[in-house]
């Protein structure tokens, strides 16, 4: 099975800060990788699809790129309402896995 | 438009069988993949199994002895069975939606049960 390694596992940040998840998988996985975000109490929604496209409705804000396995989704300027837990997910070969995630708080 | 919304009991025995069931609307189950993924509560998401448009089904290695996905098309519902519930198993359960054959993003979820495993 392909295993996802999220870092870091929880991220401080300020508002307007620019911020970096990263998403490292054990063997290449083709840019076949999406980013999720879940906040409190809520269903994960799908924020990046195939590393690098923005899913509709989605803030331009947030942006992804990798390729092999190294993947990174970074937020330009960081706001309240991204307060959230940000988790990879890769569908390269089956089985299908997430990451970890990393919380994201506001410092 | 999609939706997704699962069903089931919110209180499982230890070493009974969960069952729950995602009913779709706004696609054809024949046209779409839907998997199943939980959560335990404060950790992170666990990608159960998939069925895909033509039945296929594939699954989580660790679940796979325990875990069976099937459907009706005709009803347009996916259905979860899986065995020897124990605490662990205790989480929120989401059925979600790819194209594909499973090989692209999770674009719709459904909002989750919670399932809880105590006698």
């Known amino acids: 099975d392909i295993q996802m390694t999220q870092s870091p596992p929880v991220l401080s940040a300020s508002v307007g800060d620019r911020v970096t998840l990263s998403c490292k998988a054990s063997q290449n996985i083709n840019k076949n990788l999406d980013w999720y975000q879940q906040k409190h109490g809520e269903a994960p929604k799908l924020l990046i699809y195939?590393?690098?496209n923005l899913q509709t409705g989605i803030p331009s804000r947030f942006s992804g790129s990798g390729s092999g396995t190294d993947y990174t989704l970074t937020i330009s300027s960081l706001q309240p309402e991204d307060v959230a837990t940000y988790y990879c997910y890769q569908y390269n070969s089956g089985p299908w896995t997430f990451g970890g995630g990393t919380k994201l708080e506001l410092k | 438009q999609v939706q997704l919304k699962e069903s089931g009991p919110g209180l499982v025995q230890p070493s009974e069988t969960l069952s729950l069931t995602c009913t779709v609307s706004g696609f054809s189950l024949t046209s779409n993949s839907v998997h199943w993924v939980r959560q335990p509560p404060g950790k992170g998401l666990e990608w159960m199994g998939i069925?895909?448009?033509?039945?296929?089904?594939d699954y989580n290695s660790a679940l796979k002895s325990r875990l069976s996905i099937s459907r009706d098309t005709s009803k347009s519902q996916v259905f979860l069975k899986m065995n020897s519930l124990q605490t662990e198993d205790t989480a929120i359960y989401y059925c979600t939606r790819s194209e594909y054959g499973g090989y692209s993003e999770l674009d719709y979820w459904g909002q989750g049960v919670m399932v809880t495993v105590s006698s």
């Open positions: 069925i895909r448009s033509g039945g296929s089904t």
């Open positions: 195939y590393t690098n």
